[in-house]
């Protein structure tokens, strides 16, 4: 009588090995398919190979592994792109499938659940407020009006300055910078400076501060699959304070703009009374004809957008080109010698000078080279792709090397030296467009991403930039350690590049009467 029952198991058996063997050969195979990658860690993935600062540690990686390489935050799939030419594959070819960008707990929390225009999925919210931005937010005739504040806020940076040199002070050059910035920020985004309010001043750089701190921390939630809905760090409990606290502060604000809107009184931005980008806003979420209509948390989470976007990276960009001034004087007295030779030394230098200051512009540009402050670009794909023979799936984030292109040496002659000569061309090279731009045209340099989500306030950022530094470089010269000494480079965690250490100087006068005295 056969043995029915063992010939069941039997089966049983070969069944499940069968079902066994499919899977890991498709698992092999699916695997064969992605980019390179490192041994990967159970649960972590290949969050120890990361380190504190990830765009150094994903380029440790890329020189092993290659320019496209895929990995694991903990159980979320990534992929890395470190070369000029990935980079246009990504952000160019297949721009399409990478226009979102990964949602996360604090972007969640601080943007009213992506209500913002920077974390927004790509849409038609996205693209109305890209629009706007590029019309009437941020564009040329908006920052044009802009101008006599930038320069006033400049001219009271200066002065502070002036009053250290004579006391022979030293002072935190990127905490001062932070200020400057800020102000700059307050007055366009909200109409009214901070200068003259030391409390509200403090508050709304802690919020920037905490924001960017809060957006740039590794959150276990975020990518351990099996701690989402807990809180081990403490993240959600200190997001809920921030977001509250900044709420609390824009419906103070806006409730003041909408009282002085009813008697037509524009908002003061000092001595300057101009329209600012909250009054616009406002307008805007006014207009019953408008194709979207603005919400409260869409203007505020846009505003908290221009803070985090356009404080700190400014501010730590002019830092970052002082600080190689100083540990390179051949290039500060050429610096300074284009600015003396173009503007003079009875007047201060202005946003008209720049396109006239080709060294300045190209000094800037190196900076933005070695020290991006936006060191990576981050997406996610919406949907399957081919990316150099290899399949990407749906849901994948996306890492852009910002720092690791502008250092490839592949790309650039003496990558880690800094000279801004490399970027001084001739009008015949500019007219044959040789002309290396920092606006995302040309893949081994994009300090400000690139394509359709390319950040909006280019032109603010560089105005800022140029304006700030030529000043500083017109009007001072800058000693560290008693005079003779050298600046450190070391860079600190964040996500937007800070130093590691602070940029302690006294400013000595080049000439007096100063400019702006």
Known sequence: MPDFQGYFVLFLIWLVSMIAMRAILTKTRKASCRPPSPLALPIIGHLHLIGPIPHQGLHKLS????????????????????????AKEF????????????????VDYLTYGSADFSFANYGPYWKFMKKICMSELL?????????????????????????????????DVGKELIRLTNNVISRMTMGQTCTNDDNETEEVKKLVQAVAELTGKFNLSDYIWFCKNLDLQGFKKKLKEVHYR?????????????????????????????????DILLQISEDESSEIKL?????????????????????ITVEWALAELINHPNIMEKAQAEIDNVVGRNRLVNESDIANLPYLQALVKETLRLHPTGPMIVRESTEECIINGYEIPARTQLFVNVWAIGRDPNHWETPLEFRPERFVISEG?????????????????????????????????LQLVHTTLGAMIQCFEWRVNGGNGSVDMEEGPGITLPRANPLICVPVPRFDPLPFS
């Open 246 to 278: 900044f709420d609390t502060m824009m419906e103070r604000i806006m409730r003041e703009h909408e009282e002085a809107r009813k008697t037509k009184k524009p908002m003061n931005a000092g001595s300057h009374k101009v329209k600012d980008l909250l």
């Open 139 to 171: 564009g040329g005739r908006t920052l044009d009006q802009f101008i006599p504040v930038k320069q006033e806020e400049i001219r009271w940076f200066l002065s502070l300055m002036l009053k250290k040199a004579k006391a022979v002070e030293a002072l």
């Open 91 to 106: 952000l160019k070819t297949h721009e399409a499938s990478f226009s979102d960008r990964p949602r996360t707990i604090a």
């Open 429 to 461: 090279e500019r007219e044959k467009g040789k002309a290396v731009d920092v606006r995302g045209q040309h893949f081994h340099m994009l300090p400000f991403g690139s394509g359709r989500r390319q950040c909006p306030g280019i032109s603010l950022a």
């Open 295 to 315: 919400t409260r948390e869409n203007i505020k989470a846009f505003i908290l957008d221009v803070f985090a976007a356009g404080t700190d990276t400014a501010a």
């Open 63 to 86: 020189t092993r592994y290659g320019p496209l390489i895929h990995i694991f935050l903990g159980s979320v799939p990534c992929v890395v792109a470190s070369s000029a030419e990935m």
